[in-house]
């Protein structure tokens, strides 16, 4: 099969956009690690809290984590005053995680930065997801 000039435009589109992507996580395993945290705490306090609260089950799933990985995650997370571990209202079986104060403040700075930082790349996103 012969590919076209069509397909490697699109290779040079789908690298470009992997870089940008690859690119940004590298920006914020930075800005996480700056504050003291590894990009999977960020990424777990953030997923929490944009719930209000998750179950382990819901932080396995948004962070794409095997149950017992997210559990130890959330031991982790709770030994370092980020999160609060909660029984659920209607259910007490259910135990909910809840984001302190102090990761609300780490993840303020942290979601400040992100924000600044998509803002001046969003251009050259924008650009390579036309290009696609």
Same mark, same amino acid.
């Given at each position: ?5 069509s397909d490697?435009v699109?290779y040079r589109a $789908? /690298? *470009?956009?992997r870089?940008a &992507? ?5 920006f !914020? ?8 945290l590894?990009?999977q705490?960020?990424?777990a306090?953030?997923?929490?809290k944009?719930e209000d609260?998750l179950?382990?089950?819901?932080l396995a ?11 130890? $995650? /959330? *031991?982790r997370?709770?030994? &370092?005053?980020l999160?609060e571990?909660? !029984?659920?209202?209607?259910?007490k079986?259910q135990?909910e995680?809840?984001?302190?104060e102090w ?6 700075r942290?979601s400040?930065s992100h924000r600044n930082?998509?803002r001046?790349?969003r251009?050259?996103?924008v650009?390579l997801l036309e290009? $696609?």
């Amino acid at each position: 099969m012969t590919e076209t000039k069509s397909d490697e435009v699109d290779y040079r589109a $789908l /690298a *470009d956009f992997r870089q940008a &992507l690859r690119r940004f996580t590298n920006f !914020s395993k930075k800005a996480a690690e700056d504050v003291g945290l590894t990009p999977q705490q960020h990424q777990a306090i953030l997923a929490i809290k944009a719930e209000d609260s998750l179950t382990i089950g819901e932080l396995a799933d948004r962070l794409m984590l095997r149950p017992h990985s997210a559990t130890g $995650l /959330a *031991d982790r997370l709770v030994r &370092l005053a980020l999160v609060e571990r909660r !029984s659920a209202a209607g259910d007490k079986r259910q135990t909910e995680l809840f984001v302190t104060e102090w990761a609300e403040e780490l993840l303020k700075r942290l979601s400040d930065s992100h924000r600044n930082e998509l803002r001046k790349i969003r251009p050259l996103l924008v650009e390579l997801l036309e290009n $696609l």
